[in-house]
């Protein structure tokens, strides 16, 4: 059934947003604010339905025709830059909105390039339709779009991709058969570059012995292959620029660090505190920070501990500063309980995850309020984006 729509915004993911006469909500991906459309329904629940855009009846004027190949994920393809930043600011706004979660101050950073920016990409293959595909998994489906030059890396990946591609085929082709079994399982290439140990790729699980040089604020990290690291250069520099601004505001009053969700320990090396703590899940992220900052020279106290449980023997005071920067989930329930009890009279969270950070913050709310919230576009024509909020304690 085909229906025309009036979009009334985007919601966070991408998706147009409307209603059909009934009152339903119906979600229509590349269909933007404020357009006429008509959309062919292929998905129905009971208070929402889902369709697919067939005709632009009255266009936005933020609408473009796409810059270059569009590869699964990039949803705003076909919006421009400033109609991009308009719809993700309003998402973010509105999610604090409905927590009803004050915010006295808030910005969007910008600073890199629309595409051209990811140093790393994990490409997927299989055999689909008789023939090799190697590229990005397409929702809902998840069957793979074979990607011959990808829009949304870095120069010096997307020279390299047409010969990457070909080693993966002749390791999928060529040689004995229980080779080529064991690659078809891998499932996945991993690609990932920086400007001091260039482009470097494997198959499957990363080379143990494969270590990285990334370079943030001037300043380099050793991390392993499979290390975490963001994946927007231009756009990391801003916000670990933004971090160390926000720590050396209170240092004064809370010179005391403890970076919880570490990684190879970035944050709380660049600070450079008198004293800090870092904890980690991961144990081979937690040795490359004890690398990193004794090559800096940072008096260190690095765990490798799940956050949840570490915290339970730890103690931030009233001259602490607390960095969070979890995964997409969020910070574990015993760590939103250990802040909200702590004397931490600052805490800077880094997220990846509007909808995690908000719960967090809710959990916060009687302890912490809302001091400052940033946008970072780290992920540009994708639905994804990265937020700094400050919070600073409640007086008693």
Same mark, same amino acid.
């Given at each position: 059934?085909?229906?025309?729509?009036?979009?009334?915004?985007?919601?966070?993911?991408?998706?147009?947003?409307?209603?059909?006469?009934?009152?339903?909500?119906?979600?229509?991906?590349?269909?933007?604010?404020?357009?006429?459309?008509?959309?062919?329904?292929?998905? *129905?629940?009971? &208070?929402? +339905?889902?369709?697919? !855009?067939?005709?632009?009846? @009255?266009?936005?004027?933020?609408? /473009? %025709?796409?810059?270059?190949?569009?590869?699964?994920?990039?949803?705003?393809?076909?919006?421009?830059?400033?109609?991009?930043?308009?719809?993700?600011?309003?998402?973010?706004?509105?999610?604090?909105?409905?927590?009803?979660?004050?915010?006295?101050?808030?910005?969007?950073?910008?600073?890199?390039?629309?595409?051209?920016?990811?140093?790393?990409?994990?490409?997927?293959?299989?055999?689909?339709?008789?023939?090799?595909?190697?590229?990005?998994?397409?929702?809902?489906?998840?069957?793979?779009?074979?990607?011959?030059?990808?829009?949304?890396?870095?120069?010096?990946?997307?020279?390299?991709?047409? *010969?990457?591609? &070909?080693? +993966?085929?002749?390791? !999928?082709?060529?040689?004995? @058969?229980?080779?080529?079994?064991? /690659? %078809?399982?891998?499932?996945?290439?991993?690609?990932?570059?920086?400007?001091?140990s260039g482009v470097?790729?494997?198959?499957?699980?990363?080379?143990?012995?494969?270590?990285?040089?990334?370079?943030?604020?001037?300043?380099?990290?050793?991390?392993?292959?499979?290390?975490?690291?963001?994946?927007?250069?231009?756009?990391?520099?801003?916000?670990?620029?933004?971090?160390?601004?926000?720590?050396?505001?209170?240092?004064?009053?809370?010179?005391?660090?403890?970076?919880?969700?570490?990684?190879?320990?970035?944050?709380?090396?660049?600070?450079?505190?008198?004293?800090?703590?870092g904890v980690e899940?991961?144990?081979?992220?937690?040795?490359?920070?004890?690398?990193?900052?004794?090559?800096?020279?940072?008096?260190?106290?690095?765990?490798?501990?799940?956050?949840?449980?570490?915290?339970?023997?730890?103690?931030?005071?009233?001259?602490?500063?607390?960095?969070?920067?979890?995964?997409?989930?969020?910070?574990?329930?015993?760590?939103?309980?250990?802040?909200?009890?702590?004397?931490?009279?600052?805490?800077?969270?880094?997220?990846?995850?509007?909808?995690?950070?908000?719960?967090?913050?809710?959990?916060?709310?009687?302890?912490?309020?809302?001091?400052?919230?940033?946008?970072?576009?780290?992920?540009?024509?994708?639905?994804?984006?990265?937020?700094?909020v400050v919070l600073?304690?409640?007086?008693?």
């Amino acid at each position: 059934m085909t229906s025309t729509v009036c979009i009334a915004k985007n919601v966070y993911g991408g998706d147009g947003l409307g209603r059909l006469g009934d009152g339903r909500v119906v979600f229509v991906p590349g269909a933007w604010e404020g357009e006429q459309v008509k959309a062919e329904i292929f998905e *129905e629940k009971p &208070r929402f +339905v889902r369709a697919r !855009l067939v005709e632009v009846v @009255e266009p936005s004027p933020e609408r /473009v %025709e796409p810059e270059a190949t569009v590869v699964p994920g990039m949803v705003y393809a076909g919006l421009s830059a400033a109609g991009e930043k308009a719809a993700k600011d309003r998402q973010l706004a509105e999610f604090f909105e409905r927590a009803r979660i004050p915010v006295p101050s808030s910005a969007t950073v910008e600073g890199g390039p629309q595409l051209a920016y990811r140093n790393k990409a994990v490409y997927h293959f299989a055999r689909q339709c008789g023939k090799w595909a190697l590229g990005y998994r397409a929702e809902p489906r998840r069957e793979i779009v074979d990607v011959e030059s990808d829009p949304l890396v870095v120069p010096a990946i997307g020279a390299a991709l047409p *010969e990457i591609r &070909r080693g +993966v085929m002749r390791l !999928l082709t060529q040689g004995s @058969e229980a080779v080529r079994k064991s /690659v %078809e399982r891998q499932g996945n290439v991993t690609v990932r570059w920086t400007r001091k140990s260039g482009v470097k790729w494997w198959v499957g699980d990363a080379p143990a012995d494969l270590v990285l040089k990334e370079t943030t604020l001037g300043i380099d990290f050793e991390v392993p292959a499979d290390g975490f690291y963001q994946v927007n250069p231009a756009v990391s520099e801003l916000l670990a620029q933004a971090v160390v601004d926000e720590y050396r505001r209170g240092a004064n009053a809370a010179p005391e660090l403890m970076d919880l969700y570490c990684g190879v320990g970035v944050f709380g090396i660049l600070c450079r505190p008198p004293k800090l703590v870092g904890v980690e899940s991961g144990r081979q992220a937690v040795a490359f920070a004890k690398r990193n900052a004794a090559i800096h020279k940072v008096p260190a106290d690095f765990f490798a501990d799940q956050v949840g449980r570490a915290v339970r023997r730890l103690k931030a005071g009233e001259r602490t500063t607390v960095i969070v920067d979890p995964p997409r989930g969020g910070l574990e329930h015993g760590v939103v309980k250990w802040l909200a009890h702590s004397r931490a009279p600052r805490v800077i969270y880094v997220s990846c995850d509007p909808a995690t950070l908000i719960r967090d913050l809710k959990g916060l709310a009687g302890a912490y309020s809302v001091a400052s919230v940033r946008r970072f576009e780290m992920f540009p024509r994708t639905a994804r984006f990265e937020t700094l909020v400050v919070l600073e304690r409640k007086s008693a």
